[in-house]
């Protein structure tokens, strides 16, 4: 551009100071808008891209796909002994194993043990994981009796002091003194490991672990790194032979339920093979969509405002025709402004973006930074292909105005009835995005508070779950003498336990009970062991039958062997109709289950313990009465739960303070089923009421153009008899008509949008029609308020000054 096309822009721009500001400042909130989803989006697609090679390290899955199962699918991990099947069957093959990881062992720290990511990895961790190391060498993890801690855990262990050489109590099945033979660099936050503390795998099984070489199970993560993709092919292609080959245990031809799918380690962030994983992939898309609205109607905005205000500048050009400028000169001028336009809101978009980023951390629990590094070039590419495609309709339309007709004429041209069409277009699509943002984000608010208040089957107020009972740290005898301490607790009225619990996968398992009719291998259910007080604890709603008791033997299923002679069970109500019976009542006293008998002894409403995304849960409970294995104990109180959970904390620090308190009320260990949706909607509504700013910024603008072109007419229409109200009520509705024509666009949008969004829960809310009708009306208010201002200003003026106006 040259000195006169700046100086131009600038006697423009100030002329209109307030239109200025408006374009200016309503496109540099839709770019930091779309910045701030993009940093979002851009991390959370990032996960292990930061491994050196990461493209050929790959995650073995395993996939049990049983007919008619609600619980086929992928699991992201193995059994134990698979990789040493898979280097008999293969040599060479790189791969190595992880044990443990997240909260996954124990540090003593004087007489308190506490949780750290703790793994047990095989020799060949390193061949996979390239990790950075600071000090020592990444081979001392062939010692037995060597660790490797990161740089953090290093600090939080050892201070300032040297670690290397220094011995560390660490647990994983028990506790043992490991000498710290090197620091690694730590993972960085866009990673799904969690690795603080590297201690060698056992060549063998690890004690306790009788199910390391059981195909079926999964006890640890496999990664295998390959050199070639056709080596990760020859692999693929050959393993359901050796599954066919090895499997025994599973029957014949296991192959045909039973596969181990390999999974790019780059995928496993955002892979659906669990209920949160998957809303956690749509929670990254719907933001992404949102941030590329959010840039879309900024852009709309300015097209609209720049559009308004061109009739204004068309004496410059009819001017600028006459000294001689032809009209390529003329784009070229306007599509300059427009990208030297851009490039101001951009830099004030930047600016925004990193006031806000604080904001915006606390409100969706993120970590996000501002890496300019790439966000400033990526910001100057963007600022030419944004500046042409907002400014050319402008500049087309001002380059066309006839010198002749616009000098000869009293008034400056507005682009006509086509332009107020265009203008009126723009404001439609705005409100329709903007309209099926709130939509949105009152069925996200509207469906996770749902979720909160919704029935479990069990209250959630009053009860404090302690996973930690379940570390296998803890003897039966042990885990007994803590759950007889609890209950002499103070306010504490019931205690139980279980091999799951409220908001605690624990170690379910899934049974398959054979019945007439059904294919093999009959119906699937999952199992929970229970243990004495736990329905007392839990307090589910019997709908037949009774509970367990240690009146009746064969409510006691802990003695695997006796198992043909039969056991009994308790069974939800789906589970029920999924067996054949037509009602709770019709179950009670039936066997079922041929070689394998169980008898139905009483049927109840299911306790909802897991994610809310999870299918209503076929399930059976067994009753041990010594209590289950891995017990997960659960205990119901009345008062503070604070002082609760003190007393708890007092009472295992008496009797196993070897092995780390874990616990939390049912609420809190609950929550983190809720928090990708609970962030989604916090930045799905920050993003909703953005674009309805910026929808109003741009209508605010367009109105005030608007009122300003047709003083003359209302000092008329005032001349013949018309009052004030009469003028608003006429400029209002005028301006409200592509508001209220843009929710037949929002709701079949929003309808689909969210359709498909609460498909992904088993309980989910109707989409109720108030939804669409209050979203719509809170626009229209909010619109009719943004227009209103502006046509009681016009409406006031004195008809004589508006008759002058021209």
């Known amino acids: 551009m040259n000195r006169f096309a700046l100086l131009s822009l600038y006697r423009s721009l100030t002329r209109h100071r307030l239109h200025a500001a408006l374009n200016i400042g309503g496109l540099a909130v839709g770019i930091a808008v779309f910045l701030v989803l993009s940093l979002y989006v851009r991390f959370e697609t990032s996960y292990e891209r930061w491994l050196p090679g990461h493209e050929q390290v790959y995650l073995m899955q395993t996939r049990i796909d049983l007919p008619g199962s609600p619980f086929s699918g992928a699991y992201p991990l193995t059994m134990g002994g698979l990789l040493d099947q898979l280097r008999e069957d293969h040599p060479g093959l790189v791969g190595t194993r992880i044990r443990g990881g997240r909260d996954g062992g124990a540090v003593q720290r004087g007489s308190e043990a506490v949780k750290e990511d703790v793994a047990q990895v095989d020799a060949s961790f390193f061949d996979v994981f390239a990790l950075t190391m600071l000090q020592g060498r990444a081979d001392a993890l062939q010692d037995p009796s060597a660790a490797l801690i990161s740089r953090s855990a290093a600090r939080k262990y050892f201070g300032s002091t040297d670690p290397v050489g220094q011995t560390l109590s660490v647990s994983v099945d028990w506790p043992a003194n490991y000498r710290i033979a090197g620091v690694f660099e730590d993972l960085p936050a866009n990673s799904e490991l969690r690795l603080a503390i590297l201690v060698p795998l056992p060549k063998g099984p690890p004690p306790g672990q009788w199910q390391w070489n059981i195909w079926g199970t999964a006890s640890v993560a496999t990664y295998l790194r390959f050199g070639t993709d056709a080596a990760r092919l020859a692999l693929e292609q050959a393993l359901p032979a050796m599954i066919d080959k090895r499997a025994t245990n599973m029957g014949p031809q296991p192959s045909k339920f039973l596969s181990l799918p390999l999974m790019p380690i780059a995928d496993l962030h955002l892979q659906p093979q669990g209920s949160e994983r998957a809303s956690r992939k749509m929670t990254v898309a719907a933001l992404g969509i949102v941030g590329l609205m959010a840039l879309l109607i900024a852009l709309v905005n300015y097209i609209n405002l720049a559009t308004a205000q061109a009739g204004g500048r068309a004496r410059e050009v009819a001017m600028r025709k006459v000294l001689g400028a032809d009209r390529g000169a003329l784009v070229r001028q306007f599509i300059g402004e427009a990208v030297l336009i851009v490039a101001v809101a951009a830099l004030g978009g930047l600016i925004l973006t990193e006031l806000s980023l604080p904001w915006v951390n606390a409100a969706g629990g993120l970590s996000l930074t501002l890496p300019y590094v790439w966000v400033v070039p990526a910001l100057l590419a963007m600022t030419l292909p944004i500046g042409l ?413 508006a008759l002058r106006h021209d």
């Not at 265009?422 to 409100?431: D, H, I, M, W």
């Not at 039958?545 to 056991?567: I, P």
């Not at 109840?604 to 997960?632: E, H, N, V, W």
Request: with cysteine.
């Open 389 to 801: 495609a907002a400014g050319s309709y402008p500049a087309l339309l001002l380059s066309r105005f006839p010198a002749a007709a616009v000098l000869a004429s009293a008034r400056a041209p507005g682009g006509g009835r086509a332009g107020a069409r265009v203008r009126e277009a723009l404001v439609v699509l705005q409100f329709a995005l903007a309209t099926a943002f709130v939509i949105g984000t009152a069925v996200l608010i509207a469906q996770t508070r749902h979720l909160r208040e919704t029935d479990l089957g069990f209250r959630r107020d009053g009860l404090l779950v302690v996973p930690s009972l379940a570390e296998i740290g803890i003897s039966p005898p042990q885990a007994r003498a803590v759950l007889a301490a609890f209950r002499e607790l103070p306010g504490v009225r019931a205690v139980g336990s279980a091999n799951v619990g409220a908001g605690v996968d624990g170690d379910a398992t899934i049974d398959a009970i054979d019945m007439p009719g059904h294919p093999p291998p009959g119906v699937t259910v999952r199992v929970f062991l229970v243990g004495p007080g736990f329905f007392e604890t839990y307090a589910p709603r019997l709908l037949a039958g009774r509970w367990f008791d240690d009146a009746h033997a064969a409510d006691d299923g802990s003695d695997w062997q006796k198992w043909k002679l039969g056991r009994n069970l308790v069974i939800t109500a789906e589970a029920a109709r999924k067996l054949g019976f037509a009602s709770p009542q019709e179950a009670i006293g039936k066997t079922v289950g041929g070689s394998m008998p169980r008898t139905i002894i009483g049927v109840i409403d299911p306790l909802r313990f897991f994610s809310p995304r999870t299918p209503d849960d076929t399930t059976a409970y067994q009753y041990y009465r010594d209590g289950p294995p891995k017990p997960i104990a659960a205990l119901r109180f009345s008062g503070d739960a604070q002082a609760t959970l003190a007393a708890a904390r007092q009472a295992w620090l008496r009797l196993v303070p070897q092995v780390p308190f874990v616990a939390s009320t049912a609420d809190g260990q609950l929550a983190r089923f809720y928090e990708a949706d609970d962030r989604a909607t916090r930045l799905f509504g920050m993003g909703a009421a953005l674009a309805i700013g910026i929808g109003c910024v741009g209508l605010w603008g367009l109105t005030s153009f608007n009122t300003q072109r047709r003083v003359k007419e209302i000092g008329i229409r005032k001349t013949l008899g018309a009052s004030a109200a009469d003028i608003a009520r006429l400029l209002v509705a005028q301006f409200l008509r592509p508001v209220l024509i843009a929710n037949l666009l929002a709701w079949p949008l929003a309808f689909l949008a969210m359709q498909t969004w609460l498909a992904g829960f088993e309980d989910r809310i109707a989409l109720s029609p108030l939804y669409f009708l209050g979203a719509s009306l809170l626009a229209a208010a909010i619109a009719g308020a943004t227009v209103l201002g502006q046509s009681l200003h016009a409406s006031r003026a004195a008809p004589g000054r």
